[in-house]
C-alpha cells in the first residue's frame, strides 16, 4: 500500500466523541481510533451500536474522519 500523502504530526491516538439527543441525555459515548484506510488516507474510523435511553431501542453507527489530502497520488 502506498504512503498517505500526508500525515497529522499533532493527530491524538482517538478521538471522544459523545452522541446526545435534542434534550440532551446522552445516548453513547463512541471512540474514533486513529486509522489508515484501504484507500491509503488516514483517519479516525468509528463503529458502535447505541441505545435510545427513553425506548431501549438500539441503532448501528460508523464513522469516518479523514485528513484531507492525505490519500496517496497517482504517479
Same mark, same amino acid.
Given at each position: 500500500?502506498?504512503?498517505?500523502?500526508?500525515?497529522?504530526?499533532?493527530?491524538?491516538?482517538?478521538?471522544?466523541?459523545?452522541?446526545?439527543?435534542?434534550?440532551?441525555?446522552?445516548?453513547?459515548?463512541? +471512540? =474514533?481510533?486513529? #486509522?489508515?484506510?484501504?484507500?491509503? @488516507?488516514?483517519?479516525? +474510523? =468509528?463503529?458502535? #451500536?447505541?441505545?435510545?435511553?427513553? @425506548?431501549?431501542?438500539? +441503532?448501528?453507527?460508523?464513522?469516518?474522519?479523514?485528513?484531507?489530502?492525505?490519500?496517496?497520488?497517482?504517479?
Amino acid at each position: 500500500m502506498p504512503e498517505p500523502a500526508k500525515r497529522d504530526p499533532k493527530a491524538p491516538k482517538f478521538l471522544e466523541i459523545t452522541i446526545k439527543d435534542s434534550e440532551g441525555k446522552v445516548w453513547s459515548t463512541l +471512540y =474514533a481510533h486513529a #486509522k489508515e484506510f484501504s484507500t491509503g @488516507s488516514v483517519g479516525f +474510523y =468509528a463503529s458502535e #451500536k447505541l441505545g435510545n435511553p427513553e @425506548s431501549g431501542e438500539r +441503532y448501528q453507527s460508523s464513522m469516518n474522519f479523514t485528513l484531507i489530502g492525505s490519500k496517496p497520488g497517482k504517479n
